[in-house]
């Protein structure tokens, strides 16, 4: 075997974790972790909203190399999977540098080597780039008309401001999100006056969370990962496979609906008008008595603009508030990195994306070699753990990098072969539920680049081998 190759992973979340603790298990220890942040956990250090949770149980929203024996719920709290993740990441530690944000990346030519620049001024080098910012990490806020004129104070719900004190205000939530359904419920209680403003209503189904007690064997914390993902393959099929089983899906929403909400203004008002599957579907058994509450108000009508004193409707009404909170999720459609990445030929990735993010399996593009994305293009699901897609996208980077390490080759996918990837992708989600449905899973144009259009099961197979096949040498273009 030749020297290990030197990697650099920006990010230090699930994925950017996931990939330096697999490096570290291979016996690849030459790589650094840039992280913008003061600590690790990504996601699940920056939203801190009331009630965050995560709505997979957390057997399986875990790494399968490092269970952990005790959660103290089946569907663990934002605190406890930020602990788990700092302890798993502590073999790591050392080799993570916090505060190091990565405003550039460019790939250089005559050396085959990877130049990441930070806003610092610093400089690093690799032989392989893996991005690993996720697709969640730009909150999206709504163009709306007289935004700067709101006089209260205002957040988004991933900057959660818990220096506002909402005791006895009257709080506007701008959306029905996942977020939404965990933090609404939550602060319901305490505010005087809460209205939630609704564009679509979401499909909800009840959520069989349980407080655990004691550890877990270990062979009984794989049976309940292996049903676990089992019980989301299902899921995923369900919502995949027509009409007749969407509407099982719905009937079942339907029911959780009408147990939970009596008044039939109300429970109309929250009946969705999409197929199952086709936006997120919720796992809730708070949400809808919260909505149900004599001091909390449900809107259904379009906001038109945002005024000194509340927000307008379409129908002329304004909506005093005190608090604006925007639970309107994320920007993630377009794959807006925050960092400038150049490849061969001064190659600028979101130009050659062009607005439509796309990479062979969701980690390579022709054009950048030695780079890996990590819950990248087409890797996100609709009803399973994404860290089961996410360790798949490990195993399949250590290949590479043992690849590199013995062929001392430059790794760039073949265009061919990334195109024709992409043409199944665009094909197979065009007749899926995402594509019936306007969503935070499409951009403007309606194309989908979030979502992967099957089961894990198929992906955990098309990635188990690096092809090399699909590869392409690369050669320096420029004359030394």
Not at 87 to 103: C, K, L, N, S, W
Not at 146 to 152: A, D, K, M, P, Q
Not at 176 to 196: D, E, K, M, N, W
Not at 446 to 474: C, H, K, M, Q, S
Request: hydrophobic share 40%; aromatic share 8%.
């Amino acid at each position: 075997m030749r020297a290990q190759p030197e990697v650099v992973v920006i990010g230090a979340g699930f994925g950017g974790l996931g990939v330096a603790l697999s490096l570290h298990r291979a016996g690849f220890d030459r790589f650094t972790v840039l992280e913008r942040a003061s600590d690790a956990g990504g996601v699940w250090r920056d939203n801190t909203y009331p009630g965050a949770a995560c709505d997979v149980p957390s057997s399986l929203y875990s790494y399968s190399f490092a269970p952990s024996t005790s959660w103290p719920r089946r569907y663990s709290a934002q605190p406890d999977i930020l602990r788990y993740l700092r302890t798993t990441a502590a073999v790591v530690r050392d080799r993570i540098r916090f505060g190091a944000e990565v405003v550039a990346a460019s790939f250089d030519e005559t050396r085959t080597r990877w130049r990441v620049d930070l806003a610092d001024g610093g400089t690093v080098e690799a032989d392989v780039l893996v991005c690993a910012v996720g697709q969640l990490s730009t909150p999206s806020i709504p163009a709306l008309p007289g935004l700067g004129n709101f006089t209260g104070e205002v957040f988004h719900s991933a900057a959660w401001r818990h220096d506002v004190d909402l005791r006895g205000k009257r709080v506007a939530v701008v959306g029905t999100g996942a977020s939404a359904a965990q933090f609404v419920p939550r602060i319901a209680p305490v505010t005087g006056r809460l209205t939630v403003f609704q564009r679509s209503a979401p499909h909800v189904l009840p959520k069989p969370d349980a407080r655990l007690t004691g550890r877990s064997h270990p062979s009984r914390l794989r049976a309940a990962r292996g049903g676990v993902w089992l019980a989301g393959e299902a899921l995923t099929g369900l919502l995949n496979a027509g009409r007749l089983s969407r509407a099982l899906v719905a009937a079942v929403a339907a029911a959780h609906r009408r147990v939970q909400v009596r008044d039939p203004a109300l429970r109309a008002a929250l009946r969705p008008a999409t197929q199952p599957g086709c936006k997120r579907v919720l796992f809730s058994n708070d949400w809808y008595p919260a909505l149900t509450r004599p001091d909390v108000g449900v809107v259904t009508e379009p906001i038109t603009e945002v005024t000194e004193n509340g927000l307008r409707t379409g129908d002329g009404r304004e909506h005093p508030a005190d608090v604006l909170i925007w639970g309107t999720g994320f920007t993630v459609a377009g794959f807006g990195l925050p960092l400038r990445i150049t490849g061969r030929r001064g190659q600028d990735l979101a130009g050659a994306w062009a607005g439509r993010a796309r990479a062979h399996l969701g980690l390579t593009v022709p054009g950048f070699p030695n780079l890996f994305l990590v819950y990248g293009p087409n890797t996100n699901l609709g009803g399973n753990s994404v860290i089961t897609m996410i360790e798949a996208q490990c195993r399949y980077v250590v290949s590479a990098v043992r690849h590199l390490a013995e062929t001392g080759t430059v790794l760039e996918v073949r265009r061919d072969v990334a195109e024709a990837f992409d043409r199944e992708m665009t094909a197979r989600l065009a007749k899926g539920v995402w594509s019936t449905c306007s969503s935070w899973y499409r951009t403007a144009d309606g194309a989908i680049t979030t979502n992967w259009p099957g089961g894990t099961w198929e992906y955990l197979r098309r990635t188990a081998r690096l092809r090399a096949e699909d590869f392409e040498p690369v050669h320096s273009t420029v004359e030394v």
